[in-house]
């Protein structure tokens, strides 16, 4: 349509908007099935869970908060609305832009009380919830939920198994998770049940939404992209084939370190706000094995800034020593951490070899089943996953993926073959 031709017709419509009463414009905006896409209202059939998968800005939030909106109205309570933090939940599902206040007019709206509790006008009930802490699903009962970015829930198969058990009350209990989706055990769990309805949705699809600079500088920039495809294209992204890791060598950990313990950081190679990130990770033995204790990686570019958290690590897990890759900043890189920590032993080893064959021994322990994972490693696994032979992770340095080898090498592989400090 030419540019005349459209802004005549959007002053025809404003001036339609014009004419109306307020209370029938209000009507119109808060009436969800004349503006929502098809994609956006509950799926047909007999379903228990509705997995919408969608992109970034797809329209996903406005989804959910519109179906708890229609199950409050239909007196469907008590609903538990889940979010991977309590302030996520707050700051998006309930007092977002697209959450659930929003998209009430003034009389249905429903009151906050506390920090944890939904109470309609009409006597319908929301209990705000954390996947992060699942043991607080124990006791409370629930006739819907709404269950919002569950691929980022660090503990996402405990949290939604302890939900399944409180969702027990009305004729019909069900649930709704909205996500970006990620290949986490617990999405493909979901995309695996029969009883579970699959919506995706595209950036794309809800671009009359979206601001045009975000079209433009945003979406143009990744289309096409592994990275797009899953954060614009709601696609999940399985693993390349040409990648060391694959997601079914990831072993949950049992228990905890048996032995020493490490924590190894791979620090940036310069100090401006392009650097690469910190990574450090905390690794212990644990019987012929390692288990991975924590992912503590920081996107900070001051040299101290890195080291207190490399001591901090070491201190909280009560390790034994930091292993510090020296190939950049040489006597510095020691120099920084004993600064931070004046009393904590620092390895310096330095790198021979590529990346990509350094990581190969570590990727085979994998593959021996002697490495476990805690939970809460989302971003580290990852990272391996994407984790090609042109020793980068999706175009960029691998810093999870080094600081991880590094542990891991002198953990294990050191003790498989003469002692040195260096691959």
Request: overall charge neutral; aromatic content about 6%; hydrophobic content about 40%.
């Amino acid at each position: 349509m030419p540019s005349t031709r459209r802004a005549e017709a959007r002053a025809e419509a404003e001036q339609e908007v014009r004419a109306l009463a307020d209370d029938r414009v209000e009507a119109d905006y808060f009436d969800w099935a004349r503006w929502a896409l098809p994609k956006q209202l509950p799926p047909p059939g007999d379903w228990t869970t509705w997995l919408l998968l969608g992109g970034r800005g797809s329209g996903k939030t406005r989804a959910g908060a519109e179906w708890v909106r229609r199950l409050a109205r239909e007196r469907v309570s008590p609903i538990a609305l889940v979010g991977e933090t309590m302030t996520e939940a707050l700051d998006i599902m309930v007092r977002g832009q697209s959450g659930i206040m929003a998209v009430h007019p003034d009389h249905e709206r429903p009151i906050l009380k506390g920090r944890n509790r939904l109470v309609w006008p009409n006597g319908s009930e929301a209990a705000i919830l954390t996947a992060s802490d699942p043991e607080r699903f124990r006791g409370p009962q629930f006739a819907a939920a709404w269950c919002d970015e569950i691929g980022k829930w660090p503990r996402g198969e405990d949290a939604w198994d302890m939900l399944q058990f409180g969702l027990r009350l009305g004729e019909r209990p069900r649930q709704m998770a909205t996500t970006t989706p990620r290949a986490t055990r617990l999405i493909r769990r979901l995309l695996a049940d029969e009883h579970a309805a699959v919506v995706r949705m595209s950036t794309e699809e809800n671009r009359a939404q979206l601001a045009p600079n975000f079209l433009e500088a945003v979406v143009a920039r990744y289309r096409g992209t592994v990275l797009g495809r899953q954060e614009l294209d709601g696609e999940l992204i399985e693993d390349r084939p040409d990648a060391l890791w694959q997601r079914d060598m990831f072993r949950p950990a049992q228990g905890g370190a048996d032995g020493r313990i490490v924590v190894a950081v791979d620090p940036p190679v310069t100090g401006t706000a392009r650097s690469d990130a910190c990574g450090i990770v905390v690794a212990g033995r644990q019987g012929e094995g390692a288990v991975v204790l924590e992912d503590a990686t920081i996107r900070q570019v001051r040299p101290m800034t890195w080291a207190r958290r490399a001591v901090a690590a070491f201190h909280a897990h009560q390790a034994d020593a930091i292993v510090a890759e020296v190939n950049q900043g040489g006597d510095l890189v020691t120099q920084m951490i004993h600064q931070a920590g004046p009393e904590v032993p620092v390895l310096a080893v330095r790198a021979n070899r590529g990346k990509w064959v350094r990581a190969e021994p570590v990727a085979a322990l994998y593959g021996r089943g002697l490495v476990a994972h805690k939970e809460g490693l989302t971003a580290l696994e990852d990272e391996l996953c994407a984790f090609g032979p042109d020793g980068k992770a999706e175009g960029h340095s691998p810093d999870r993926v080094d600081a991880l080898v590094w542990a891991l090498t002198e953990l294990v592989l050191n003790d498989m073959r003469p002692r040195v400090r260096g691959l």
